[in-house]
């Protein structure tokens, strides 16, 4: 089994940046596939990024790329998100998640552990 705890969310102004850990446990972690996905009030929950295990390949949102980026440190079990030049419309509850298989459009099913999530609200 593996175990995600979220941290990093906050309130932000528009513009402004934000970093995003996910701290995991469990011995396959290493050997996972990382994602965060994101669902703001009344919507539905949405992918954001992909990393893989070794941190060679990802994916990213169509609307994330160039502000958001994806890591991983496999030493200290931690995933990241780096999200820059943050909007109002990326507010929402973000969750990491982890996969054993990698996906190139990826569902929530996909995903076989999940986190409880953090808040990020960014302000006009």
């Known amino acids: 089994q593996v175990q995600l705890v979220e941290s990093g969310g906050g309130l932000v102004q528009a513009g402004g940046s934000l970093r995003l850990s996910c701290a995991a446990s469990?011995?396959?972690?290493?050997?996972?596939?990382m994602g965060w996905f994101r669902q703001a009030p009344g919507k539905e929950r949405e992918f954001v990024a992909l990393?893989?295990?070794?941190?060679?390949?990802?994916n990213y949102l169509d609307s994330v790329k160039g502000r958001f980026t994806i890591s991983r440190d496999n030493a200290k079990n931690t995933v990241y998100l780096q999200m820059n030049s943050l909007k109002p419309e990326d507010t929402a509850v973000y969750y990491c998640?982890?996969?054993?298989?990698?996906?190139?459009?990826?569902?929530?099913?996909?995903?076989?552990?999940w986190g409880q999530g953090t808040q990020v609200t960014v302000s006009s």
């Open positions: 998640a982890a996969t054993m298989a990698w996906c190139r459009t990826c569902r929530q099913a996909d995903f076989g552990s």
């Open positions: 469990g011995r396959t972690l290493n050997r996972g596939h």
């Open positions: 990393i893989s295990w070794s941190g060679a390949s990802t």
